[in-house]
């Protein structure tokens, strides 16, 4: 099975309403990175987590490495945040990062 | 402004001929990537450079190499490119060791091999 596995694939939400995003990893990972791919292909950093949570205006992370999961909350959604969102796990051992196959966000007037 | 930068961003190119793409960063990271984006299987490795001459495999490094001569620049080649390397292209560097740093990605070079 795959290494990063994010859910859901799609989601669609009103704005104003909130969601959360979910990365589980299959093996001990240093740390995660979130991203965002805009419509012209940019991948934009969102957080970087070694642990614990942060946050980021509407938008707050969280990664659990010993339960082998991290969260992306986005709370009161709007346009502007419909993209890609991919999580992304480092490796222990060879700063190798490995993708999620990414969550399709639209977010709807 | 730190950054990571692709050139060229767009690419033709028929089967058979040799591309290259590079890539330059100004943040004197160790480590760099080369990745490769298609639809519906997210971001794949295919190589990294943990510093100069010192370049190891991704995850599906077959039909590419790399070179890495200056610690900012990493090229990647495509020796007689396959119309299945259709792709978008990332860069991305780090601190790399065991720095807790996060990655840097480029905007990517869109590669169509006809």
């Known amino acids: 099975g795959d290494q990063v596995e994010q859910s859901p694939s799609a989601l669609s939400l009103h704005e104003g309403t909130s969601s959360a995003l979910r990365c589980n990893f299959t093996?001990?990972?240093?740390?995660v990175q979130w991203f965002r791919q805009n419509s012209r292909g940019s991948l934009i950093n969102l957080f970087y987590?070694?642990?614990g949570t942060k946050e980021n205006g509407r938008l707050k992370s969280a990664f659990d490495s010993k339960e082998l999961y991290s969260t992306l909350h986005i709370r009161d959604a709007q346009l502007e945040d419909s993209g890609t969102y991919f999580c992304?796990?480092?490796?222990?051992?060879?700063?190798?990062?490995?993708f999620g196959k990414g969550t399709v966000l639209l977010v709807s007037p | 402004d730190m950054k990571v930068t692709q050139m060229p961003r767009y690419l033709i190119k028929r089967m058979g001929e040799n591309v290259l793409l590079e890539c330059g960063q100004d943040?004197?990271?160790?480590?760099m990537y080369w990745y490769r984006q298609d639809p519906g299987l997210g971001l794949q490795l295919i190589y990294i450079?943990?510093?100069?001459?010192?370049?190891s495999e991704g995850d599906i490094p077959k039909g590419y190499r790399v070179s890495r001569k200056k610690r900012e620049h990493f090229s990647l080649i495509l020796d007689s490119a396959k119309t299945n390397q259709t792709s978008v292209y990332f860069c991305?560097?780090?601190?790399?060791?065991?720095?807790?740093?996060?990655?840097?990605f480029g905007s990517g070079t869109r590669l169509l091999v006809i």
């Open positions: 450079s943990y510093d100069v001459d010192s370049n």
């Open positions: 987590l070694a642990s």
């Open positions: 943040m004197s990271h160790e480590t």
């Open positions: 093996t001990t990972t240093r740390s």
């Open positions: 991305a560097s780090s601190l790399g060791g065991f720095a807790n740093s996060d990655y840097t």
């Open positions: 992304a796990a480092e490796d222990s051992g060879y700063n190798k990062l490995t």
